[in-house]
């Protein structure tokens, strides 16, 4: 009801879960229930932070993030993501914290593997990775397959092997002179009934610095991650009606709110779903809702069913979901846009792994600012590039002096959405910069493609 985006669908992403579980051991500091109640006061009051956000009109930073940076950030999640599942689908409990750590155990995860609980995570993941092919290939002349995503071939194959392998009760066996031990651990664990998972906000540390480092993360990654989905289905939408990112971000502000208040995960406009949300056809808000409403029936109806899903088979969803994220295409596509994007990129990356993702996204776009001064942008131009509009007749004439960049954009965004009416073309001049970056140039063009009947003349970019 207060969303702008009608074609996104809300959910958590493999980003904030990371932040997340971060948040839960750090507050918990050992005691798990304590760090997930601390978590949710976190998240009531990132909640809060992002409402303030769309109020002010802030969300326009998520938008003007550099790709390259936003890129590096979301591989360096799916690295994590791998390093802390890929020991689930092998059934091992390791020793490390930090994904570096953790994937330095990898091997030896592997050489002290629990047969039965890899076998299940082994085809899991042979299946997701799979399964695209085979409907793109051999499979892709049968309607009915083009319709069953990888996710539930799993779920179908991993629920017999539950069984067969009797993941319900706790019991050992052995193989090739080995023992290993299986039971009720192995398996997903859900609450009794949905009254009794609600459970309250613990704010007795708010204050400490770790809470206030997860506010800050939660709601710059939550806002940042969300708003470029946002972006990304507006290009999608074969109506090309573009979103208001600020009602967007106050939509999911309040969910976040709620949700945390009683329990729940934060989410964000999460862009897989949102694009098999347009492949299926949808053309208004109403998908978003029945959406909450299947996963909330789910979960009252057949909370036995959900309670025999190996963590294995869940590990294998989260590893190929880091996989892609961080697949070798990401390093090629940036690497053929310039050395410099692959730069921020391997920087962002980088530093999240060693440090937090908060530290790497800061780091990627300081870097950004370094090579801006180093190619002959001086501060001043960076911070405050000159920007002249006038009318003449049909064609809004924007004239930007100084430099054009990424934060340049924060300035064009609000000029744009409010074009007069009856504007037909919009000149953006840049005969007197001294630099243009990707950013600017990938960023104006996507805005310009929200545009109904208005041309977008770049010129002076040959100076």
Not at 14 to 28: C, F, N, S, Y
Not at 219 to 230: F, K, N, Q, R, Y
Not at 287 to 316: C, D, K, S, Y
Not at 388 to 414: I, K, Y
Request: aromatic share 6%; proline share 5%.
């Amino acid at each position: 009801l207060l969303g702008s985006a009608r074609l996104t669908i809300k959910g958590p992403a493999a980003g904030l879960i990371v932040i997340v579980l971060g948040a839960v051991q750090e507050l918990g500091a050992g005691d798990a229930v304590a760090g997930y109640r601390r978590a949710l006061a976190v998240g009531v009051v990132a909640a809060g932070v992002q409402i303030v956000f769309a109020i002010s009109g802030a969300a326009a930073i998520g938008a003007v993030m550099p790709p390259s940076v936003v890129h590096g950030m979301l591989a360096a999640i799916g690295v994590i993501i791998v390093s802390k599942q890929v020991h689930i689908m092998m059934g091992v409990l390791p020793h490390g914290k930090s994904p570096l750590d953790l994937l330095s155990e990898i091997p030896e995860s592997l050489m002290h593997n629990n047969p039965e609980i890899l076998l299940i995570g082994g085809v899991a993941l042979v299946i997701l990775l799979a399964w695209p092919k085979l409907v793109a290939g051999p499979l892709r002349n049968i309607a009915l397959l083009q319709k069953i995503p990888g996710a539930m071939l799993v779920l179908a194959a991993a629920l017999p092997l539950s069984f067969y392998f009797h993941l319900e009760t706790q019991h050992g066996y052995s193989l090739a002179g080995h023992h290993f031990e299986v039971g009720p651990k192995s398996l997903l664990s859900l609450p009794d009934s949905l009254l009794s998972a609600v459970v309250f906000p613990d704010f007795s540390v708010i204050t400490s610095l770790v809470s206030i480092k997860y506010i800050v993360m939660y709601a710059l990654v939550g806002t940042i991650e969300s708003v470029l989905s946002v972006l990304a289905v507006d290009a999608l939408d074969p109506e090309r009606k573009p979103s208001n990112l600020d009602r967007d971000v106050l939509s999911v502000g309040v969910g976040n709110l709620i949700a945390s208040a009683i329990g729940g995960l934060p989410m964000i406009s999460e862009i897989v779903r949102s694009k098999a949300n347009i492949d299926a056809g949808a053309t208004s808000g109403k998908a978003n809702f029945f959406h909450a409403l299947f996963l909330v029936v789910f979960i009252a109806a057949v909370p036995g069913v959900l309670q025999h899903l190996p963590l294995a088979a869940l590990a294998a969803m989260l590893v190929f979901t880091g996989l892609r994220l961080a697949a070798p295409a990401e390093f090629k596509h940036v690497k053929a846009i310039g050395n410099d994007q692959l730069a921020l990129f391997m920087t962002t990356l980088v530093v999240t792994l060693v440090e937090d993702l908060l530290v790497g996204v800061a780091a990627g776009v300081a870097l950004k600012l370094v090579l801006h001064v180093v190619r002959g942008a001086s501060i001043r131009d960076v911070f405050g590039a000159k920007i002249v509009s006038t009318m003449g007749g049909d064609v809004m004439h924007v004239r930007v002096q100084g430099a054009a960049t990424f934060l340049t954009l924060l300035r064009l965004r609000p000029l744009f959405a409010r074009l007069p009416a009856g504007t037909a073309r919009v000149e953006v001049d840049l005969s007197d910069v001294r630099l243009v970056d990707h950013t600017f140039q990938a960023r104006l063009l996507a805005m310009a493609d929200e545009w109904a009947a208005c041309e977008l003349v770049l010129v002076g970019l040959d100076t």
